[in-house]
């Protein structure tokens, strides 16, 4: 596959268990931030998103949480799968540079079985 | 099937001579985008487009060009490749500017 980043920080969880993914946020004029999971070889994919005027967004087996005070964002994934393993990538985006998305770096999780 | 689909998928080719990757989508979607992907470096937008006629510059726009003649396509042109070019790149769209963006699978490209 193909190399997405260098030196990535990598969380490791045990199959079943709970992941939760980190992410520090730059512009407190953002208000629209957006969670992606890249596979190897393949294009960032789209997994759940949330507005600055919600603290919480649930999708399946996914949570993503807001605080803005702190500029912080997680994405937390119940009973994390094999399947699950992949590269994970925050953006945030203001509104007024009209959809244009900042990644963050990105975050390395593995599946153990 | 909804896709973005990019052509083509891998390049090989020398400083200098001009190419062209393609990017089209089936959704219908107003908005477009290019980004190219460099470990340690992440996603960086090159350029967007709102709507037909209508592009904008990202963060690194220098050495490319964008065209927007028609809502399907959004072509990504290097008229002179040079080395640092090197990357792979990707290309999303998105219904509308406040909606999630969609990616292809992504273009690598090798410039000698």
């Known amino acids: 596959g193909e190399s997405v980043g260098l030196h990535l920080p990598t969380l490791s969880v045990q199959e079943g268990d709970n992941s939760i993914i980190n992410c520090a946020y730059s512009n407190s004029a953002s208000d629209y931030f957006i969670w992606y999971k890249q596979e190897s070889g393949k294009g960032p994919q789209f997994i759940i998103d949330?507005?600055?005027?919600?603290d919480k967004r649930q999708g399946q087996r996914v949570t993503v949480l807001l605080n803005k005070t702190v500029k912080h964002l997680s994405l937390q994934i119940a009973a994390t799968q094999p399947g699950d393993s992949a590269v994970y990538f925050c953006a945030e985006s203001p509104w007024e540079y009209g959809n244009k998305l900042v990644f963050g770096a990105g975050t390395i999780l593995r599946v153990k079985s | 099937e909804a896709q973005v689909t990019q052509n083509p998928r891998y390049l090989i080719t020398v400083t200098g001579k001009k190419l062209t990757v393609t990017c089209s989508q089936n959704m219908n979607h107003e908005y477009m985008s290019w980004y190219r992907q460099d470990p340690g470096l992440g996603l960086r937008q090159i350029y967007y487009?709102?709507?037909?006629?209508?592009?904008d510059k990202g963060d690194v726009p220098e050495g490319y060009k964008v065209s927007r003649k028609e809502k399907r396509n959004f072509p990504l042109i290097l008229e002179s490749p040079s080395p640092n070019q090197t990357s792979l790149y990707f290309c999303?769209?998105?219904?509308?500017?406040?909606?999630?963006?969609?990616f292809g699978d992504g273009t690598r490209l090798s410039i000698l």
């Open positions: 949330i507005r600055s005027n919600m």
């Open positions: 487009s709102m709507n037909v006629e209508v592009t």
């Open positions: 999303a769209s998105a219904s509308q500017g406040d909606q999630p963006q969609h």
